[in-house]
Nanobody, 124 residues
Framework: QVQLVESGGGSVQAGGSLRLACAAS????????MGWFRQAPGKEREFVAT????????NYADSVKGRFTISRDNAKDTVYLQMNSLKPEDTALYYC?????????????????WGQGTQVTVSS
């Protein structure tokens, strides 16, 4: 089974950028879809972005479309989330997750493996 470790979180001012990375080990990363989700204090976890096994298909939440970009490097077993034009409402704990399928999904219930999360804090 895939193990996932996120990195790249931190504190940034509004309008700034961060790039999150999620390193996978112990499984068949290259054949499964990946996703990023986030959970703000007092709120439910929500979908952010997803990418298919090859990187050929991506999907984004409306709230991040045009600002965030998900990508993957299968040679490095890593998925990324480039976050630009950050807003205070992007503040959350960001999780990466792996499906057992090659195809991407916005539904967190279809993701089998989760990382521990990395905190992103955006100040105004």
């Amino acid at each position: 089974q895939v193990q996932l470790v996120e990195s790249g979180g931190g504190s940034v001012q509004a309008g700034g950028s961060l790039r999150l990375a999620c390193a996978a080990s112990g499984g068949t990363f290259r054949s499964v879809a990946m996703g990023w989700f986030r959970q703000a204090p007092g709120k439910e976890r929500e979908f952010v972005a997803t990418i298919s096994w090859s990187g050929g298909r991506t999907n984004y939440a409306d709230s991040v479309k045009g600002r965030f970009t998900i990508s993957r490097d299968n040679a490095k077993d890593t998925v990324y989330l480039q976050m630009n034009s950050l807003k205070p409402e992007d503040t959350a704990l960001y999780y990466c997750a792996a499906r057992s399928s090659a195809w991407s999904s916005t539904d967190e219930r279809t993701y089998a493996t989760w990382g521990q999360g990395t905190q992103v804090t955006v100040s105004s």
